[in-house]
């Protein structure tokens, strides 16, 4: 167990939040939650014979510039209602099928690209597509388990789903 302790010390950051992980590792969430831009001093403590001990020396300072790239730029509440429907999700067997309807150019460029929640880019292609519909599977085997990021524009229309790999 592993205790992460974020305190804001730029005006405008959260003043305090305390992030519990099984990990070593605090992946920082971009949905819920989020920390705003500015530099927080972070102590990280271990769990240890049943006592919590200092971990990383006294702080770590954290600047937070922004939400990672992926997202720049976009509103992000687009994630929940997007038209673009995506599924298995959770995905177990490494494929996932995207599917967007009512499309309203006779022929489309569309791009599709994967992002982790580090907003780094691990997939990318791009296909042309005619008629009302968008229909294709996504190979993601070999993917780490974790959250993603699946952004899909069409000739100038973004959808963005998130999605689960197990």
Do not use: H
């Not at 939040?17 to 530099?39: E, K, M, Q």
């Not at 599709?112 to 993601?140: H, I």
């Amino acid at each position: 167990q592993y205790r992460f302790r974020f305190e804001g010390v730029t005006a405008g950051t959260v003043p305090l939040r305390t992030i519990a992980r099984p990990s070593y590792a605090c992946l920082l969430n971009w949905f819920t939650l989020p920390l705003t831009d500015g530099v927080y001093n972070v102590s990280v403590e271990a769990l240890v014979g049943g006592q919590w001990s200092g971990y990383c020396g006294p702080v770590c300072p954290v600047t937070i510039v922004s939400a990672p790239s992926a997202f720049a730029g976009r509103d992000l509440e687009v994630v929940s209602n997007s038209a673009m429907q995506v599924w298995p999700n959770p995905v177990r067997d490494g494929q996932v099928r995207l599917l967007i309807e009512g499309l309203t150019d006779e022929t489309q460029r569309v791009s599709v690209e994967v992002f982790d929640l580090f907003g780094k880019r691990v997939m990318a292609t791009q296909q042309d597509n005619s008629g009302e519909v968008f229909n294709t599977v996504l190979d993601l085997d070999g993917f780490a388990t974790g959250i993603y990021v699946i952004n899909v524009t069409v000739n100038e229309q973004v959808y963005l789903q998130r999605i689960s790999v197990l």
